[in-house]
């Protein structure tokens, strides 16, 4: 490792070369040069060469800045929620079933779509706590596997049923 020289003028604290440390051949080390010649990835390259590989990574980048998202258009209400107001988020509590009971939770809702899960420190099961399966349960809603129709169990498996299906169902099956 070359030394700086001893010398604290302007002019010479500032190296201009290996030789201009001033220090003898012998303390300085090896001169053979850092790196061998043709070591580099690009040394083979020639000018011609290396301007067609700039040229084709500039079509490529050419060709990624051409493909566009679909434009959606985002309409207002026609006649907005009573509660909802844009920007300002509501809040509110709800429960989450479980097998064994259900959680208390307190909700951040924006625009009608809830973003925060919160345990409810009244609900005796939460405490304030949320765990895992209550903060994935907003991952839930925005599902795109999720269901859009109601569908009935039979032997063959689950087949999609309608609305009016349901209600007869549940009415009969949910009376008490």
């Known amino acids: 490792m070359p030394k700086p020289s001893t010398n604290h003028s302007a002019a010479s604290s500032v190296w201009?070369?290996?030789?201009?440390?001033?220090?003898?051949?012998?303390e300085?080390?090896?001169?053979?040069?850092?790196?061998?010649?043709?070591?580099?990835?690009?040394?083979?390259?020639?000018?011609?060469?290396?301007?067609?590989?700039m040229g084709a990574s500039l079509a490529l980048a050419g060709i990624a800045g051409a493909c566009r998202r679909p434009e959606d258009k985002l309409l207002p209400y026609t006649q907005p929620p009573e509660h909802i107001t844009p920007g300002v988020p509501n809040h509110f509590a709800t429960v989450h079933p479980h097998?064994?009971?259900?959680v208390g939770l307190l909700v951040t809702s924006h625009e009608g779509r809830p973003t925060k899960v919160e345990g409810n420190p009244d609900h005796p099961a939460s405490l304030g706590a949320a765990g895992v399966w209550e903060q994935a349960s907003v991952l839930q809603?925005?599902?795109?596997?999720?269901?859009?129709?109601?569908l009935r169990r039979e032997r063959m498996g689950l087949t999609p049923a309608t609305w009016a299906a349901w209600d007869a169902f549940a009415a009969k099956h949910f009376a008490a």
Do not use: H, I, T, W
């Not at 070369?17 to 012998?26: I, L, M, Q, R, Y």
């Not at 097998?99 to 259900?102: E, I, L, R, T, V």
């Open 28 to 53: 300085r080390g090896n001169d053979q040069p850092e790196f061998e010649q043709g070591d580099s990835e690009f040394a083979a390259l020639e000018r011609r060469d290396m301007l067609k590989l």
């Open 16 to 26: 201009r070369s290996v030789d201009a440390d001033g220090s003898p051949k012998e």
């Open 99 to 102: 097998a064994d009971g259900a």
């Open 141 to 150: 809603l925005y599902d795109p596997d999720r269901s859009r129709v109601p």
